[in-house]
């Protein structure tokens, strides 16, 4: 019940092209979904997040998908470049535990090349 | 603004040697700090978590120790490496809601 699951695993899109990486979750206690952007040996950084309150944040070329009643949420890359290559990661946070009980995902790799 | 430090960038050690990884996060106080492992191509394990100085929390058991003795330090240890212990290590702190990665350690246990 704590899985939140990714997919796919790898991805490669054109540049210019949509990358969209989808996460589902089975805990209805969560109610924070961040997803962090990590490029080769560096430590995972904060790309956006959402509660379950809106179906859509947009940020840039991020935006985030969420579909309360499926337990699903996902992101979506707009135009994509070849600096967005690297690995995703989305999460869910309970709205009791704070990130000492926060769930990954397992992780996507971009590719996108030109 | 906060900045977080982890060092060294690199490390390759011999079985059965000790192991000690530091951690310093600067512009903020009394922060959560945590540490993770991402074995290769995987994902992000949560090794242990402190919510203030001594208070130390385990999430796995394993060949691991974890120590908070100042503020806005936070140490990672063992006394003896197995081969398993090989991995990207990351230490983190989380504020308001946000949760913000140091660089990461690679090791390699050989």
């Known amino acids: 019940q704590q899985q939140v699951k990714q997919s796919p695993q790898s991805l490669i899109v054109q540049k210019g092209g949509i990358s969209i990486i989808n996460c589902a979750y089975e805990?209805?206690?969560?109610?924070?979904f961040p997803w962090y952007q990590q490029f080769p040996g560096k430590g995972p950084a904060l790309l956006i997040a959402?509660?379950?309150?809106?179906s859509e944040k947009k940020e840039g070329r991020f935006t985030i998908s969420f579909n309360k009643s499926a337990k699903q949420f996902s992101l979506h890359i707009m135009d994509s470049q070849p600096g967005d290559s690297a690995t995703y990661f989305c999460a869910a946070i309970p709205n009791s535990g704070g990130y000492q009980k926060v769930t990954f995902g397992t992780g996507t790799k971009l590719q996108v090349i030109p | 603004s906060q900045t977080i430090h982890q060092w060294p960038a690199t490390l390759v050690q011999p079985v059965g040697s000790p192991l000690s990884l530091e951690c310093t996060v600067e512009g903020t106080s009394n922060p959560n700090l945590y540490w993770y492992r991402q074995a290769a191509g995987r994902g992000l394990q949560l090794l242990f978590y402190?919510?203030?100085?001594?208070?130390i929390s385990s999430e796995v058991p394993q060949n691991l120790s974890a120590s908070r003795p100042q503020d806005r330090q936070f140490i990672l240890s063992s006394k003896k490496l197995l081969l398993s212990d090989s991995g990207f290590y990351l230490c983190?702190?989380?504020?308001?809601?946000?949760?913000?990665f140091g660089s990461g350690t690679q090791l390699s246990v050989l």
């Open positions: 983190a702190w989380s504020q308001q809601g946000k949760l913000f």
């Open positions: 402190s919510v203030g100085i001594g208070q």
């Open positions: 959402i509660r379950p309150d809106v």
């Open positions: 805990n209805t206690a969560f109610d924070y």
